[in-house]
């Protein structure tokens, strides 16, 4: 349902260190799962997906990981830069749903030096 | 931003006004996207297009219309039925099978 007035939860973390956001999904046929990136004032950027199919899937310093038995989804930065700095969102779209992705409400990532 | 264009990037509002909020996109494809974006929340989903001449509702359509009289052009309009129009609108587009692609956003105010 709506979610007006609930705020992103906040995770901070030191430069260096490995961040680890978590998302949660209810519903059990979606399928294909991206994490995006957004900074201020700028449309949210494309960072790694994962479909149903596999547990975990690797990039460039980020790893998202699959847990379908309870349906959490997470994405691990390592050694955290201050240009890593933004909001992160998860979204899934389920079976059949064509393109439609749902998205989560967001972490809003701080990186301390 | 991948081939989309929103425009303007600020616009102002006035009371019982209607504005649109510009999309074009030149990647090819066929789904676009309208979503909108309070401060410190996440996005929510103003209307849809899966192809040409063809559009649905998401989940806060109300004080909104679109059209999509061509593959590569997605306009929103903001009518003076939406009271609380003041908010970031983030435009994307999908291919088939694939994840989103977002523009840079136009952050609407009401004066």
């Known amino acids: 349902g709506e979610s007006v007035g609930l705020h992103l939860p906040t995770l901070s973390v030191q430069e260096g260190d490995n961040s680890i956001i978590n998302c949660a999904y209810s519903n059990s046929a979606s399928d294909y799962f991206i994490w995006y990136k957004q900074e201020s004032g700028k449309g949210p950027q494309f960072i790694i997906d994962i479909r149903s199919n596999m547990d975990k899937r690797q990039g460039q310093r980020v790893t998202v990981l699959l847990n379908k038995t309870v349906k959490h989804l997470s994405l691990q930065i390592a050694a955290t830069q201050p240009g890593d700095s933004a909001v992160y969102f998860c979204?899934?779209?389920?079976?059949?749903?064509?393109?439609?992705?749902?998205f989560g409400t967001g972490t809003q990532l701080k990186v301390e030096l | 931003d991948g081939g989309i264009t929103q425009s303007p990037k600020y616009l102002f509002r006035k009371e019982g006004q209607n504005v649109t909020l510009s999309c074009e996109q030149n990647?090819?494809?066929?789904?676009m996207y309208w979503y909108r974006q309070d401060p410190g929340q996440g996005l929510r989903l103003i209307y849809y297009?899966?192809?040409?001449?063809?559009?649905q509702k998401g989940d806060i359509a109300e004080g909104y219309s679109v059209s999509r009289e061509k593959k590569e052009s997605f306009p929103l309009t903001v009518t003076s039925a939406q009271k609380n129009p003041t908010a970031f609108y983030l435009c994307a587009t999908a291919d088939r099978g694939l994840g989103y692609t977002f523009g840079s956003g136009t952050r609407l105010t009401v004066v």
């Open positions: 297009s899966q192809i040409v001449n063809d559009f």
């Open positions: 979204a899934g779209a389920p079976t059949g749903g064509g393109n439609k992705l749902t």
């Open positions: 990647l090819n494809h066929d789904a």
